[in-house]
């Protein structure tokens, strides 16, 4: 059973408000239509339901709902790492998850530009927030840096927790509002469970696996 966020019944009742007010003002039913369809979207949109969090020893879950378009070896000031994006429709949740259990090392907002979020230029010219969680417990050694991205239509990132959080795997920490895109980078050991077009859910597919369950 899900629930919905809370911007949901906001924009919602925002709307049912617009058409009960219009229909008050006109006598008429035609001009609520609109109103009623956006509140309708509105609801459905930030829904947020329940995940089966995988257990297990370093097991990497997705932060976020969508399709995987890229998955590429990139070379980072810390050394070489493994990226999965991820592009978030408006058809999908946007509720972000912890990909793994541990404390949250740094949190990192960046403004920037509203560029297509399927444009690969978006991962770096785009307003983002960059969380990196260093892992415990089950994943213990496990360091693994998620980029909520802002798209076109995305206006808003919203991200809950702050430096020094401690997350479990799964755990709910965001929301892109509308269309966008989440990046992944994981341990250049990692071992990859998905590949380009596959359709992923937050905190519940599993995106990598790392060797014996250890990082190095």
């Not at 206006?155 to 966008?180: A, C, H, P, T």
Request: with cysteine; hydrophobic share 45%.
């Amino acid at each position: 059973m899900g629930t919905m966020v809370r911007d949901g019944y906001i924009y919602g009742l925002s709307m049912l408000v617009v058409a009960a007010v219009l229909v008050w003002a006109t006598g008429g039913w035609a001009w609520c239509i609109l109103p009623l369809l956006l509140a309708a979207f509105f609801l459905w949109f930030f829904r947020d339901p329940e995940r089966s969090i995988p257990d297990g020893v370093g097991k990497i879950v997705s932060p976020g709902d969508g399709k995987v378009t890229e998955i590429v070896a990139i070379q980072t000031p810390e050394g070489q790492r493994q990226r999965i994006s991820i592009f978030l429709s408006v058809f999908n949740v946007h509720v972000n998850r912890s990909p793994i259990c541990g404390t949250l090392r740094k949190v990192e907002y960046r403004k920037g530009l509203y560029l297509n979020a399927m444009n690969p230029a978006s991962a770096e010219h785009n307003e983002q927030n960059i969380a990196t969680v260093v892992g415990e417990g089950a994943d213990a050694g496990i360091e693994v840096t998620f980029k909520m991205i802002a798209g076109l239509i995305a206006r808003r990132i919203v991200f809950k927790q702050q430096e020094g959080d401690k997350l479990q795997r799964g755990q709910r920490v965001g929301l892109i509002k509308f269309g966008s895109r989440v990046d992944v980078l994981l341990p250049a050991e990692a071992k990859i469970e998905v590949k380009i077009g596959d359709k992923v859910k937050g905190g519940a597919t599993i995106l990598a696996t790392m060797p014996t369950g250890e990082a190095r």
